[in-house]
């Protein structure tokens, strides 16, 4: 294990040069992780590119670790997935994100949403649908201010099942986005099959977005198709104006990245709405 970029502990980057012990350690610690309340969420805005203001904000897990400190999800996330503790995590994680949705539109954010990232185990798993229900009811969420993420490859690991799933959530009413969109096998063939609601234009297009001009045409291309199918695109990891200025050329609907605003406390995300009205 090492220490990287901000003080974030990761673990299971070098798993082959890392003492196993350690490894063990670490997931035994993040096993009782949520018992004692070392697991929360912050939230990154997600901006309107036509200027309208915030329009979502999508929610992140952030693990705290007693002697390590904050821990990065890309190195707890796959050690979960790997456990099946994302399961009950991923419950957990959806619940409070609604309580705070809840709260936000209590607060006077009426038309509030939040985006929640599902893992591959949690998509696949049988109960997904009724707790989703449960929840929903639980804090009188409209179904629609509700995003569920899916990554690319979740979706096309079984497509046939996916399209199945993703049925149902629509049934629920819940909004569909597929995150990482275009870092996976994706077959257009399943895509028009796929009842979502939007794509997310992964951050490595957006990175060279000023410098490539092949991740102009793959951004071009993404937002042509997305206009074809009737979905939303959202850039993710906009960091330079330059960036923002192109891919709201590029017509994609909403924007998400450091330029625009980190992921930060439920509190302080609401003071933001105001802010955006006002800009
Ligand atoms: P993701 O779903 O693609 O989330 C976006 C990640 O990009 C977040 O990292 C966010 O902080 C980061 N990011 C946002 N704007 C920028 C930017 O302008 N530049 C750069 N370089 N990065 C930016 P984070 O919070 O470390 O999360 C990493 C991944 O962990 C997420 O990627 C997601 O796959 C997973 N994850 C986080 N929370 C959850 C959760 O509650 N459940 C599940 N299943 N996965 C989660
Ligand atoms: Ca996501
Ligand atoms: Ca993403
Ligand atoms: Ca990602």
Request: net charge negative; aromatic share 8%.
């Amino acid at each position: 294990a090492k220490s990287s970029g901000r003080n974030t502990y990761r673990f299971f980057e070098s798993s082959m040069n890392d003492n196993v012990y350690e490894q063990l350690r670490l997931l035994q610690d993040f096993r009782i992780a949520l018992e004692n309340d070392q697991l929360s969420l912050v939230y990154q805005p997600i901006y309107d590119s036509r200027g309208r203001g915030l329009a979502s904000a999508e929610a992140l897990l952030r693990w705290t670790h007693p002697d390590h400190g904050r821990v990065a999800p890309d190195s707890f996330i796959p050690m979960a997935e790997r456990t099946g503790l994302i399961v009950p995590i991923g419950e957990w994680v959806l619940d409070q994100a609604c309580s705070q949705l809840r709260c936000w539109q209590d607060a006077g954010w009426k038309d509030a949403r939040v985006a929640v990232n599902l893992s591959a185990m949690q998509f696949s798993h049988s109960g997904l649908v009724e707790m989703l229900q449960t929840i929903l009811d639980r804090y009188r969420i409209k179904p629609e201010s509700l995003t569920l993420e899916i990554t690319e490859t979740t979706a096309m690991q079984n497509a046939e099942t996916s399209i199945v799933i993703l049925h149902k959530l629509r049934r629920l009413g819940v909004r569909i986005a597929i995150d990482d969109f275009g870092t996976g096998y994706s077959s257009l063939l399943y895509l028009k099959r796929l009842p979502v609601s939007e794509l997310k234009i992964d951050r490595g297009f957006v990175h060279d977005l000023t410098l490539q001009k092949e991740d102009v045409a793959i951004v071009e291309a993404v937002v042509t198709l997305a206009n074809k199918l009737g979905l939303s695109v959202v850039a993710e990891g906009v960091e330079t104006t330059e960036q923002r200025d192109l891919l709201v050329d590029l017509g994609c609907d909403y924007l998400q990245g450091y330029l625009l605003g980190r992921p930060v406390h439920a509190e302080t995300l609401l003071g933001l709405v105001t802010e955006g009205t006002r800009a």
